[in-house]
């Protein structure tokens, strides 16, 4: 079966280790994270990672039901590129003398759309903001100027579906909130 | 609150993490631990001197074996056992312990005592970290700095360890945690946001199982593990005679139906009965309860039930889709969803079926049970062994066993029943595990005899427990069955390696004189006609005993489906 990129969005609670544990599941099945993205969700308390794979359909699913069924782990979503909305930033740290040469400084602003954040007379820090391959392509762009550093964050995203984790965690309530918390204190 | 206050009000109710523990496995029904003191545990261990009544501690000879001693009380009492060790090699001791547990579903909580907390991460003296280590083999684990967390640490422990899919769990507790007063008060967990082991079940998904059933003209049921676990075993068995449909089990399920049943189809699997592999790829519906297609039951998944549409009722969503591709996924307990299905299906008698098992029953009678349970001449066999002492318990016993040739001999002739417990190590095949499993079993107080079955060589990996069954004289009845080989490894090097017998031939000891040594009574038996007065000699002992048998050197366990094979691929003969 053909491999393909998948983003994992995943809730979880804010505990020691689960990074570990996760990220244990996809070393045994030889998956490597392209990136990763740790952060806090919308409800608090509440960590949000997102991970970009490149594996088949069938496995994904497999990993996703195991990541899931962790304690620690709330809520797994598999999502396609197609998905979601999701973007990645980029910082490019660029020789000024190359920079200055030609249009380049104005097609960055107008083609790539970029945004300088600092200039001093031996480099210039690019930032960018877009998907993969825009950032990819701007990288390209640069190369000839002469790129002193380059980073990119991972993958951040959001998703197209309306039903939100809140929406879920209700659910979850529901089902598993015993509907009598014990009162027994024992001292 | 300090010390001098104390004194001068007397009111502190106060009490250490070490009391604050105790007070808490007393709170969840705990009985019996099982473990080895050091020093980071030292503060615990103190404390358990003041809980004698409630507590008892068994002392074994090696935390391996402490850890297989509780997961075998907790498989007989259906009760989370408790396991404690000290930090750094008490810790690491216990993974294999852990692992078995993982792998074959079992709540076990281990407690394990970790350096102070300012020198955790220092790579102090006896510091291991265990968190890291066990975290691909439990279920949950946490680490405790402070005295005030240890009740909330003990009850999701408890209450994860043994809700859902049940499984080991483990709980570092840092020595300062341990000797620091907390205010105690513990409440049960019931609840953790994230983890939710109560399922909805889809009624529309349990009607659509009905309907394959009751259109399927060659079902069979595969019983696992998860059916004795859920307590389904009267649910599995009403619905398999109200349908008309046999039941095969896998090595874990063998409890979960009657042997002298009509409907019983026989073990599955590399050393199972030749009817339900050959008739797997015969069926055209597969009704999987509680088990999860492990390899050693599948054979060559490739060629795995090709006919067959497959449910599978499974309350670990993970295992559904892993391993082979299903139909209808029931994610659920099996009692929940067994008493649903009921009564939707339709009553059946599916005789011809049926009579298609009992042809291939006999073949394997004729050409493998005969010959290895009633030999007339030449050495002892495993098989007549276990037939034997499965006549003589009259089913009625826990029957534990180590790993290899020995075990799948338990598997395949002893006659389990409605009264049977079996505690085996399935997932792992650890072996090593009968000796301390025996003994952890015996003190879950069965109310019925414990009988062990252990080769030569998982006997000599754990056979220091012995100091343990004569400590606390525990009355467990151990048959070594002993061919001089690692069984089952030889019986691979004579099949797969040109009987190239690397390594596996053993120059074995005196074991009755090692019996001896301990003060336990024992004989050795190596005469057929010596045997049965042997076997019942041993079940009407008082306290332990050991029974040597020898037993022929090159036996091999068959039918075999050899490594790659398809399950009906199944060799019979060698
Ligand atoms: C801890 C461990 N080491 C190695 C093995 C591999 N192994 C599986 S069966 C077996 C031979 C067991 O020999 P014995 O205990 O004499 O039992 P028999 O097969 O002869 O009944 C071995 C070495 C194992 N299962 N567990």
Redesign the pocket.
């Known amino acids: 079966m053909i491999k393909q990129e998948y983003t994992i969005s995943l809730f979880t609670e804010d505990h020691i280790g689960i990074l570990s544990r996760i990220t244990l599941i996809l070393t045994r099945r030889q998956i490597n994270i392209e990136s990763i993205t740790a952060s806090e969700s919308a409800v608090s308390g509440i960590q949000m990672l997102t991970m970009v794979v490149r594996t088949t359909p069938e496995m994904v699913n497999k990993v996703a039901r195991q990541i899931e069924k962790l304690v620690d782990v709330i809520k797994v979503f598999v999502h396609t590129s197609t998905e979601i909305i999701s973007q990645e930033i980029a910082l490019y740290k660029v020789s000024t003398k190359g920079l200055m040469s030609g249009s380049m400084i104005d097609n960055l602003v107008r083609k790539y759309h970029a945004r300088i954040l600092e200039v001093t007379p031996e480099y210039i820090v690019v930032e960018k903001s877009g998907s993969k391959n825009e950032i990819t392509d701007l990288l390209a762009f640069l190369e000839p100027c002469g790129v002193l550093q380059f980073t990119r964050s991972g993958r951040i995203a959001v998703t197209r579906q309306v039903k939100e984790l809140n929406a879920y965690l209700k659910e979850m309530d529901e089902i598993g909130r015993p509907s009598h918390e014990p009162s027994e204190i024992y001292n | 609150m300090t010390v001098k206050e104390k004194n001068m009000n007397g009111t502190d109710t106060r009490v250490s993490g070490a009391d604050a523990l105790l007070r808490c496995l007393i709170e969840e029904g705990v009985d019996t631990i099982f473990g080895y003191p050091g020093g980071t545990i030292m503060p615990v261990y103190d404390k358990l001197l003041d809980y004698s009544q409630s507590l008892r501690h068994i002392l074994t000879r090696h935390e391996q074996g402490a850890a297989h001693a509780a997961q075998a009380y907790a498989m007989v009492t259906g009760k989370p056992g408790v396991c404690f060790a000290t930090s750094g090699p008490g810790a690491t001791n216990l993974v ?1 312990g852990i692992a078995n547990a993982f792998l074959d579903s079992v709540p076990v909580v281990f407690i394990t005592a970790q350096v102070v907390s300012g020198l955790i991460g220092t790579d102090a003296f006896q510091e291991t970290d265990i968190l890291g280590i066990s975290m691909p083999v439990t279920k949950w684990n946490a680490q405790v700095k402070k005295a005030e967390d240890i009740p909330s640490a003990i009850a999701r422990a408890f209450y994860i360890a043994r809700s859902g899919r049940p499984g080991p769990v483990l709980v570092d507790i840092a020595k300062d945690a341990q000797v620091e007063k907390l205010s105690y008060s513990y409440s049960k967990c019931t609840y953790i946001r994230s983890y939710n082991p109560v399922i909805p079940l889809h009624m529309r998904d349990v009607e659509s199982a009905a309907v394959m059933i009751n259109h399927a003209e060659k079902p069979l049921i595969l019983a696992g593990h998860g059916v004795t676990i859920s307590g389904a075993t009267e649910e599995l068995k009403a619905l398999a005679v109200k349908g008309g449909i046999p039941v095969a089990v896998t090595l874990l399920g063998l409890p979960a139906f009657p042997q002298g049943h009509r409907l019983y189809a026989g073990l599955l699997g590399m050393h199972g009965n030749y009817a339900p592999n050959m008739l797997t790829n015969s069926a055209d519906l597969i009704i999987a309860v509680g088990m999860r297609f492990d390899d050693r039951v599948t054979g060559n998944i490739k060629k795995y039930a090709p006919d067959a549409r497959i449910i599978h009722i499974e309350i670990d969503k993970a295992e559904i889709n892993k391993n082979v591709q299903v139909d209808l996924e029931i994610n659920n307990d099996a009692r929940e969803v067994l008493t649903a299905l009921l009564p939707l299906v339709r009553e059946k008698s599916r005789e011809n079926w049926i009579r298609e098992f009992r042809i291939l029953d006999r073949i394997e009678y004729e050409k493998v049970i005969r010959p290895e349970t009633e030999p007339e001449e030449g050495d002892i066999r ?1 098989g007549e062994v276990v037939s034997l002492v499965s006549e003589l318990t009259g089913g009625n016993a826990v029957v534990v066993t ?8 338990v598997a395949r002739y002893y006659r389990f029943n409605e009264k049977s417990t079996l505690v085996t ?1 399935g997932g ?5 595990f009968g000796l301390p499993a025996c003994l952890g079993a015996a003190c879950g107080n069965p109310g019925k005899p414990v009988v062990s079955f ?8 754990t056979l220091q427990e012995l100091g343990t069954l004569m400590q606390y004289r525990i009355p467990v009845k151990i048959l070594i ?11 691979w090097q004579e099949m797969f390696f040109n009987r190239r017998y690397a390594s ?1 031939e ?1 120059v074995n000891p005196d074991f009755v004189a090692i019996a001896g040594a301990y003060g336990i009574a024992a004989q050795r038996v190596s005469r057929r006609e010596e045997l049965r007065d042997a076997v019942k000699k041993m079940l009407e002992a008082e306290g332990p005993y050991i029974l040597e048998t020898a ?1 022929s050197r090159e036996a091999n ?1 068959l039918p075999m489906v050899e490594p790659g094979a398809s399950v009906s691929e199944v060799t019979l003969t060698y």
């Not at chain 2, 180590?402 to 001999?409: L, S």
């Not at chain 2, 069955?481 to 019986?491: A, E, H, K």
Request: charged share 10%; aromatic share 6%.
């Open positions: 294999t495993m180590d790993v290899g040739q020995h075990q799948m001999a190590s792992m095949g650890t072996m090593g252990i080769g030569d060589g998982g006997f000599q990996m069955l002993n061919n001089g080989f690692l069984g089952m490894v030889r019986q596996t053993m037993i366990i």
